[in-house]
């Protein structure tokens, strides 16, 4: 084991290549044993490797070496960067040759620390042109991370600064996107979003649990809850991940057998979560770490499904897990010792989710639109529904006003359809409906609108076309369900045509209603046809009765 040679160059060095660590598997070693001349040897070098030991039931004592190359006395301070630790003691050695003890760890108050920080700081002194030997000690029931450094006190001071603005910035997203998904979810009223909800600010805290945070800032004077804190926000935060996902992907119709699964794994989360205040952390931070990696799996499963299935938010769910599974792979490999503890590991939770919190919110958006679809979507035929048509035409009819564009409107009805229900049933008529449905879909391009007004009765909103143009259209549709029906269930349509040009109508209802007596006139004149409302005689006010219309329709 080389020292550490300190001098007034010093900005921030790591320690790992100059430790040398002791195991202590009993856990019943004293110091005064481990800093005797006897145990010198015992002590092996870390060979430059990251001392990281997963969830070890031993202790480790580490010893290493400052020298202060320089004639006068340095200041320097200690750091361990990850605050997760029950018990840590550090043994300074004092000019007269006593020792000065410094025990804290997260299993204490908070305030039984040198500095009052999320991570442990140790001010220390080193007396000129000496060399100086420390000890400390580390046991924990969770994972063991000795992550040691050192540092000049105003580069720390520096390093410090930049990491609390990091900080900020990443809890305040979380912070804004609570806010704004529980605006979303009084305003929506969709469970998505309580789901979202539940995950995002258990997740959030369980962060700034992780981080060391909650216990510097929430409960200082409390290190029983601090510690279980960590498995309580870690469930919920995992029965919220579950809980979002089925609901988003809507993985119980498209893939039940997964959605009991993930049914099931709720179940073990809740129960889990009862069992918490009655174990120790140790006995319960390895099963739930185990359930972590079958959580993982079960999500990323459902998103595939859903993906398969066509779903539109299954794309964002699917990029958004993947980036921050990564980051929890690196991060739970890590606890276990299997990848090195640095700073992308360490912060492997982080880093996927930043990505996660951008494009999980994308998927809400995509959730919302997916919702605001089925408000304006007609469930049997797939078209527009007449609630969507009421807006889309009164929009474009003051967009036609405003820009002096023509406006024109079909209004289409299937012939003799109550006759055709009374004979064949209502599942065939529904059938048919969707056949109409279908032809009408495909023979409307955009930005005209095709929509089930109600019933057998149809509505095509034709913005910026003229009456010659409307007037062939309708006549191919009229054609199409001719022939497209022709060998199976023999339907005909009739429609009616009324277009605006300029200040023709004050409003949406007077134009709608020219439309509608077309449609009546074009029934009255034998069916399956196509009328023009300016080829009608003049109307009288009974006509204008949408109740006058409905025993002629058939």
């Known amino acids: 084991m080389s020292p550490f040679n300190a001098d007034k160059g010093l900005d921030m060095a790591g320690l790992t290549p100059h430790l040398a660590l002791l195991e202590d598997p009993s856990q019943s070693l004293r110091f005064e044993e481990v800093s005797s001349p006897e145990f010198a040897d015992r002590f092996k070098s870390t060979g430059g490797q990251s001392p990281n030991f997963g969830f070890s039931e031993s202790a480790w004592w580490v010893k290493f070496t400052l020298h202060n190359t320089t004639a006068e006395e340095l200041a320097v301070t200690l750091r361990q960067d990850y605050p997760l630790i029950d018990h ?32 442990y700081l140790f001010p220390l002194k080193l007396p000129a042109n000496a060399s100086y030997t420390y000890y400390m000690r580390f046991s924990s029931d969770g994972s063991m ?8 006190p105003d580069a720390l001071l520096e390093h410090i600064g930049k990491e609390q603005l990091a900080y900020g910035a990443y809890y305040g997203g979380f912070l804004v996107l609570v806010i704004y998904n529980f605006f979303m979810f ?43 804190s960590l498995l309580i ?5 995992l029965l919220g991940a579950l809980q979002f996902a089925r609901s988003i992907l809507v993985t119980q119709q498209i893939a039940p057998r997964t959605d009991f699964a993930a049914r099931v794994l709720e179940w073990l989360m809740l129960i889990s979560l009862a069992c918490t205040p009655f174990f120790t952390y140790h006995t319960m931070i390895v099963p739930i770490s185990l359930l972590t990696f079958v959580i993982a799996a079960q999500l990323l499963l459902m998103g595939v499904l859903a993906l398969m299935a066509g779903s539109r938010p299954a794309r964002y769910y699917m990029t958004a897990w993947t980036a921050l599974l990564i980051g929890v792979l690196a991060y739970m490999l890590k606890t276990f010792g299997l990848l ?17 919190m951008v494009l999980l919110s994308l998927a809400l958006s995509s959730r919302v639109n997916e919702l605001q679809r089925k ?61 109409v449905a279908r032809i009408l879909a495909k023979g409307v391009r955009k930005p005209n609108c095709p929509c089930r007004y109600g019933g057998e009765e149809f509505a095509v909103i034709l913005p910026n076309t003229d009456h010659e143009a409307a007037m062939s259209l309708a006549n191919r549709l009229r054609v199409k369900v001719a022939e497209e029906t022709e060998s ?18 004050d409003c949406p209802n007077k134009l709608f209603e020219r439309a509608d007596y077309a449609l009546y006139t074009a029934k009255q004149q034998g069916r399956n046809r196509v009328v023009d409302y300016r080829s009608c005689a003049p109307r009288r006010e009974s006509d204008t009765s949408k109740e006058g219309l409905v025993g002629a329709e058939s």
């Open 145 to 152: 991370n000795i992550g040691l450094s050192l540092y000049a």
């Open 233 to 237: 926000l870690l469930i919920l935060s």
């Open 88 to 119: 840590l003691t550090l043994w300074e050695p004092l000019a007269d040759g006593s020792w000065k003890r410094h025990a804290t760890g997260d299993r204490l108050s908070f305030y039984s620390r040198d500095v009052e920080h999320r991570d």
């Open 488 to 505: 199976g269930y023999k339907l005909s349509i009739s429609v009616g045509v009324a277009s605006m040009n300029h200040d023709e109508f």
């Open 186 to 228: 009084i305003a929506v009223r969709d469970r998505t979003f309580a789901h979202y909800l539940l995950y995002v600010t258990s997740y959030g805290l369980y962060m700034a649990v992780h981080n060391g945070l909650t216990f510097q800032f929430l409960w200082p004077n409390f290190p029983w809850f601090a510690n279980h």
């Open 340 to 356: 090195p503890h640095n700073v992308l590991t360490q912060n492997g939770f982080q880093i996927g989710s930043l990505t996660e």
């Open 375 to 435: 408000t304006y979507t007609d469930a049997l035929t797939g078209l527009f529904n007449r609630r969507h048509f009421d807006d889309k035409f009164a929009t474009e009819f003051h967009r036609a006003q405003q820009s002096k564009q023509p406006l024109t409107l079909l209004v289409i009805d299937i012939d003799c359809f109550k006759q055709f229900n009374d004979t064949y049933g209502h599942n065939v008529g529904d059938h048919a409906l969707k056949e």
